[in-house]
């Protein structure tokens, strides 16, 4: 069984073309590779690393000897992990900083006490939003270099949720709007995801970059009336 899961990941590193010319199972031994490669995300590997990567892989998988003593470095890999991402952290907060003076500076920002900064694109004529209510709205979130984490564009359909249960800068933001109108809104991590970050997708201590747009406003439904009781027999 081993040989096999081999012989079929040297058949796929071959694959210079398209999905289209692959197999399913062959779409599925892919797969592994990549949610391991969404796994090992964190290190921010070197091309020399990933080589060495791909052969702990490979030695690992024959069953054959590995170069290292995995009892004494396996250990040391969530060491490497926390040096890794510490180093990123450290980077996206110059760089996220740097990112929302600039975008302070742009025609019409508006930068509040908590940070958030603020650009209507696009002025409503609707009701705001208050912290309570659900909004309807169509967004994309990227990163500070343009990478797109989340769209509901890309999905085809807005989306519904209640500001109270949003980060900070959404629920701060999107009170700002009017329904009908379009905003930047620009989250330095404090008001976002923070130095955990979120998933593979966001890394710590990342400044986020929102489009919005204010579609509809739903008020919270009233508290039930509590029911009278029985009169008594």
């Given at each position: 069984?081993?040989?096999?899961?081999?012989?079929?990941?040297?058949?796929?590193?071959?694959?210079?073309?398209?999905?289209?010319?692959?197999?399913?199972?062959?779409?599925?031994?892919?797969?592994?590779?990549?949610?391991?490669?969404?796994?090992?995300?964190v290190?921010?590997?070197?091309?020399?690393?990933?080589?060495?990567?791909k052969?702990?892989?490979?030695?690992?998988?024959?069953?054959?000897?590995?170069?290292?003593?995995?009892?004494?470095?396996?250990?040391k890999?969530?060491?490497?992990?926390?040096?890794?991402?510490?180093?990123?952290?450290?980077?996206?907060?110059?760089?996220?900083?740097?990112?929302a003076?600039?975008?302070?500076?742009?025609?019409?920002?508006?930068?509040t006490?908590s940070?958030?900064?603020?650009?209507?694109?696009?002025?409503?004529?609707?009701?705001?939003?208050?912290?309570?209510?659900?909004?309807?709205?169509?967004?994309?979130?990227?990163l500070?270099?343009?990478?797109?984490?989340?769209?509901?564009?890309?999905?085809?359909?807005p989306?519904?949720?209640?500001?109270?249960?949003?980060?900070?800068?959404?629920?701060?933001?999107?009170?700002?709007?009017?329904v009908?109108?379009?905003?930047?809104?620009?989250?330095?991590?404090?008001?976002?995801y923070?130095?955990?970050?979120?998933g593979?997708?966001?890394?710590?201590?990342?400044?986020?970059?929102?489009?919005?747009e204010?579609?509809?406003?739903?008020?919270?439904?009233?508290?039930?009336?509590?029911?009278?009781?029985?009169?008594?027999k």
């Amino acid at each position: 069984m081993k040989k096999t899961f081999i012989a079929v990941v040297c058949a796929l590193s071959a694959f210079a073309s398209s999905a289209a010319d692959m197999t399913d199972e062959q779409k599925t031994v892919y797969a592994i590779g990549a949610i391991m490669g969404k796994q090992v995300s964190v290190f921010n590997l070197s091309p020399a690393e990933l080589e060495l990567v791909k052969k702990g892989l490979s030695d690992s998988v024959k069953g054959g000897k590995l170069t290292i003593e995995l009892e004494t470095y396996g250990p040391k890999v969530q060491e490497l992990a926390n040096k890794r991402m510490a180093a990123t952290s450290a980077k996206q907060a110059v760089a996220g900083k740097a990112f929302a003076e600039k975008a302070a500076k742009e025609t019409g920002a508006v930068k509040t006490a908590s940070g958030l900064i603020y650009i209507s694109l696009k002025d409503g004529t609707g009701p705001s939003p208050t912290a309570n209510d659900t909004v309807k709205v169509h967004y994309r979130g990227t990163l500070i270099d343009g990478t797109e984490f989340d769209s509901s564009y890309k999905r085809g359909e807005p989306i519904e949720f209640p500001l109270s249960g949003v980060i900070k800068c959404w629920g701060e933001g999107v009170q700002k709007m009017k329904v009908g109108g379009k905003a930047r809104l620009v989250c330095p991590p404090a008001i976002a995801y923070g130095p955990q970050g979120a998933g593979n997708a966001i890394p710590p201590n990342a400044t986020l970059n929102f489009e919005v747009e204010l579609l509809g406003v739903k008020p919270p439904a009233p508290p039930a009336a509590a029911s009278e009781p029985a009169p008594k027999k």
